[in-house]
């Protein structure tokens, strides 16, 4: 157990908008028990509204981003037990989380830990990670989205090999299948994540916030209603002092500087 929340989940400032979250239960190899998971879940939500944060990070250690749900805090649970837990609507706050997500991810990647991971935007991996979603050797299965996302991610018989198999397999092949967004050696995964994060802050917000929905929400959606929504959100990012800023920028030849106003 950790002590406290802030225990469990250090937060960061490494540079001016960027939020740095490292899951901090080395011991059990960050997996992710309650106290972890409502710590996600409120920093998140604060984040959301903090104009001080325009990107955040999440990561954990050498050895694990995170090994899964917390196995020894559900082994007993029961059907109506697990309904009221409400992990689900802890979930919901990480996904919901509108600004970009970069998870920045060191050795096991499994589980709940790698459903944590396809919740974010950008996924940076250390060659010696490994991804998998091993529930169905636990009796179980993906319960945070991983059936969903990660099918999206990969395609049908990728996801399929994982979920039925239970396998685990390296970062390399995730980076081939397109789980990872940038592959980097194992001591550069986060020094990678926090110079994109860097580049990403110094963006505007609004646009940022905009492409994130417009992706998400559009890759569930018919076509003709996913390009209206598109074209509707493109429309309104005309009425942000950032876009002004941007294009002035460019005649003038200079670098912008964006407010998120
Ligand atoms: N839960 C609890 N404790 C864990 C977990 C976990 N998921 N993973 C590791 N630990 C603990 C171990 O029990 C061990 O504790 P102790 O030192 O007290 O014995 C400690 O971490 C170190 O682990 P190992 O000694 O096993 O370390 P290794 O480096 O040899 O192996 C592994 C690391 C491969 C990660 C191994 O620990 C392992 O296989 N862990 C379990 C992985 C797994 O099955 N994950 C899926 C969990 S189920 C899940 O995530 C459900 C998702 C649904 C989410 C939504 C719920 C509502």
């Not at 805090?73 to 109506?80: G, Q």
């Not at 050696?185 to 905009?210: Q, S, Y």
Request: glycine share 10%; aromatic share 6%; proline share 4%.
């Amino acid at each position: 157990r950790c002590q406290s929340m802030a225990d469990c989940l250090i937060e960061e400032r490494p540079e001016e908008g960027v939020l740095l979250l490292r899951l901090n239960r080395p011991q059990a190899r960050n997996a992710l028990n309650t106290e972890l998971r409502v710590a996600l879940s409120e920093t998140l939500r604060s984040a959301a509204n903090d104009g001080s944060t325009r990107v955040a990070v999440v990561t954990g250690d050498a050895t694990a981003f995170a090994a899964g749900a917390d196995i020894t805090v559900v082994a007993d649970e029961t059907p109506m037990g697990m309904h009221r837990l409400a992990f689900h609507k802890l979930w919901q706050d990480v996904a919901d989380f509108p600004k970009p997500l970069i998870a920045a991810v060191n050795g096991y990647a499994l589980g709940g830990g790698c459903e944590l991971a396809l919740h974010a935007d950008i996924i940076v991996a250390g060659k010696g990670a490994s991804f998998g979603l091993p529930e169905v050797k636990l009796g179980i299965m993906p319960g945070a989205g991983g059936t969903q996302r990660l099918v999206r991610a990969v395609g049908k018989y990728r996801a399929f090999r994982l979920l039925m198999t239970g396998d685990i397999i390296d970062a390399e092949k995730a980076a081939d299948w397109g789980l990872v967004s940038e592959l980097a050696e194992d001591g550069e995964v986060l020094a990678t994540a926090l110079k994109m994060a860097g580049k990403i802050a110094r963006l505007p917000p609004f646009a940022l916030e905009h492409i994130k929905e417009t992706v998400l929400l559009g890759a569930d959606l018919p076509l003709q209603s996913a390009i209206a929504l598109e074209r509707k959100s493109y429309h309104m990012l005309f009425d942000t002092a950032d876009q002004k800023e941007g294009m002035k920028a460019f005649k003038e030849k200079r670098k912008p500087d964006f407010k998120g106003e």
